[in-house]
């Protein structure tokens, strides 16, 4: 647990933040904490500047930046017809469980815990995406739902 949280406190706060020149590093763990709680889950953009009270842009720029650090990933969604089907909303998801509980100070084992299908989603995809990295599948990675809430959690 320590070791979790060194990691954390000195590289998602101090190295990111010194590397990008980044000024509020409250709104960017305000937005790793909104993603990691939504994992899984289609995520608005739009909503979450609203609720952490930045550009949309900027939250888009910060959340690529996660991703160019290794810390999340994205996913989108997959569409034969754009009318039927949601496309806009990606999916986030981290690429290491240990981080994401971390952030949110719960390091129970799993049977104390409310979010065991959520870190098994997370876990199962993750590795998945590594898998592919580590063998050079040239794939794209998709979810599908319909507005009927028809759900594929991973296409390929």
Do not use: C
């Not at 870190?119 to 050079?136: C, F, P, V």
């Amino acid at each position: 647990m320590k070791y979790l949280r060194e990691l954390v406190s000195s590289y998602l706060l101090k190295d990111i933040f010194e590397m990008e020149g980044l000024r509020y590093s409250g709104r960017l763990l305000d937005l790793l904490r909104l993603i990691l709680f939504q994992v899984g889950s289609e995520v608005s953009l739009n909503e979450l500047s609203r609720q952490i009270g930045m550009d949309v842009k900027t939250v888009d720029k910060y959340l690529d930046l996660l991703e160019k650090v290794f810390v999340i990933f994205r996913i989108r969604g997959y569409s034969m017809n754009l009318r039927k089907e949601i496309v806009k909303s990606p999916k986030f998801y981290f690429f290491d469980n240990r981080i994401r509980n971390a952030l949110i100070s719960s390091l129970n084992t799993l049977e104390l815990r409310n979010d065991a299908e959520l870190l098994w989603e997370n876990h199962a995809i993750s590795e998945r995406l590594k898998m592919q990295e580590y063998t050079g599948m040239a794939v794209n990675n998709f979810f599908w739902r319909t507005y009927d809430q028809q759900e594929i959690d991973w296409v390929e």
